[in-house]
């Protein structure tokens, strides 16, 4: 954030500042420029108040919203607007992964491609098995009901 955004945020008009007290423009100006913000903002934050009554900036002209009569004739005028827009692509729901990982086997589809492309069979290498990934075996839990002896009341 500069000087001049930074007196902006704060509303102090400071072009009225620097004609009216020029040593406390240039000071403000060298303390910014080596504090940063946060440090000038917390050093000078008694400053603000006064300054801001003397050197008021005033607020930005905001346009007011439109205030519709009827509502039902506004909402006819936006669908047809909207229909002569083109409409936008459907996008995908549900969990998309940001990655693939290396050791997933490949869809069906894929590996029908991959069989499909005609090769030409090189005798100095000899042909590989095509190699699948050996399914996991299940869930075990390591806690076993079945291993521990009943208990018995005494």
């Known amino acids: 954030m500069t000087f001049e955004e930074f007196f902006i945020k704060k509303r102090i ?7 009216a007290e020029p040593s406390l423009f240039s000071e403000f100006k060298t303390h910014f420029s080596q504090m940063g913000e946060k440090s000038f903002d917390h050093t ?17 002209i905001k346009p007011e919203k439109l205030h519709i009569l009827n509502p039902l004739a506004e909402q006819t005028i936006a669908e047809s607007l909207s229909e002569t827009i083109a409409p936008k692509p459907e996008l995908k729901i549900g969990f998309v992964p940001r990655f693939k ?16 492309k005609p090769t030409v069979p090189d005798e100095s290498v000899p042909e590989k098995p095509l190699e699948t990934p050996s399914a996991k075996s299940a869930y075990k839990p390591r806690f076993n009901m079945k291993n521990i002896p009943p208990k018995s009341i005494d």
Do not use: S
Not at 104 to 115: D, G, S, W
């Open 13 to 19: 008009d400071l072009p009225a500042l620097q004609k």
């Open 44 to 60: 000078k934050k008694y400053w603000f108040n006064k300054l801001r009554r003397l050197y008021h900036l005033a607020p930005e």
């Open 101 to 116: 990982a290396a050791n997933m086997p490949k869809p069906a589809a894929e590996q029908q491609k991959i069989e499909e």
